[in-house]
């Protein structure tokens, strides 16, 4: 399973390009679209669920052309959890559950399998007769998780599925995505580096319209190689002289001042030493520097 993009484009009627011109391969596993909100994530996915055509280029899924006369074959190897979710307030989580799996055409007895199964890995068992609007907002967003899971797709697309969750119900989230994707596609959309650090190993990068990257975690990282310093000052008006010039990821008080993370194509002024580039430091430094490819 891979989803191939190639020249995508699409712009909005106040003239707006969302995507300009991507290309893209989407292999099988987790992959992840990391960028700042605007950047484009959430145009690309509604293309991939086909809820918008897009102005030109082409997108195939396994080979299937994204074309309105294989819009059906596709939405049934698709499942999606978009950013925002209302999923009928009325009901329990039980019955929307299975409310949904039968919209998708599931055997009601294998539903019902899966939903046991997915409550129990998402930790919302003990709330299954809850109605939905008494849920909360990380609850929500686990239900609406399970919805897209429950048809088995095998292309997964997530849009901030860790959004309103504590660190634990994060965990949980990320573990089951990671189990889910050994035999299938999952693109998963975020803003919060920490959790495609703790999930994939490619990746792509947006900013306004554009693919900045895409390839290996590893290789994003060799591309701040060298560009990321550790910096000792002695207190707060030092560190907001170098942050004036400088690009600040990180600020940390010790015992004889504080101690800063800079990332800049030449190595500072300021005494420092070169350090090894965490994925937030390599994301930072490639959206702020230009375009690369692996």
């Known amino acids: 399973m891979s989803i191939l993009i190639n020249d ?3 712009t909005f009627k106040n003239n707006v390009t969302a995507i300009d011109h991507g290309n893209l391969e989407i292999p099988k596993g987790i992959f992840g679209l990391l960028g700042e909100n605007g950047a484009g994530k959430t145009t690309l996915m509604r293309v991939l669920t086909t809820v918008l055509a897009p102005d030109s280029g082409t997108v195939s899924l396994d080979g299937i052309s994204y074309e309105e006369k294989n819009y059906g074959k596709i939405q049934k190897r698709i499942g999606y959890l978009p950013q925002e979710i209302d999923l009928y307030p009325g009901l329990t989580l039980q019955e929307c559950l299975e409310y949904m799996g039968a919209l998708s055409e599931i055997p009601k007895e294998k539903c019902r399998e899966r939903i046991e199964y997915y409550l129990d890995k998402t930790g919302l068992m003990e709330h299954r007769k809850k109605k939905m609007k008494q849920l909360s907002g990380g609850m929500k967003r686990r239900v609406g998780l399970i919805q897209a899971l429950l048809s088995e797709p095998e292309f ?7 959004t309103g969750l ?11 995505l990671v189990d889910f994707s050994e035999n299938r596609t999952v693109l998963f959309s975020t803003h ?6 703790a999930t994939c190993n490619r990746l792509a990068v947006m ?29 707060e008006e030092e560190a907001r002289g170098l942050e004036r010039k400088y690009t600040v990821s ?14 800049s194509e030449e190595k500072p002024e300021t005494p420092c030493t070169a350090t090894d ?3 937030e430091d390599a994301y930072i430094y490639i959206t702020n520097q230009g375009n690369f490819e692996e």
């Open 8 to 10: 995508l484009t699409v």
């Open 277 to 279: 580039a965490a994925l």
């Open 166 to 176: 504590d660190p634990e119900e994060r965990i949980r989230i990320r573990n089951l």
């Open 192 to 197: 919060v580096v920490e959790d495609l650090a």
């Open 207 to 235: 900013k306004k319209g554009s693919f900045l990257y895409a390839g290996s975690m590893r290789g994003l990282m060799e591309k701040a190689k060298g560009h990321v310093w550790i910096c000792e000052v002695k207190d």
């Open 156 to 162: 997964l697309i997530v849009d901030e599925p860790t």
């Open 250 to 263: 990180s600020k940390q008080y010790v015992k004889d001042g504080m101690r800063i993370k800079v990332i």
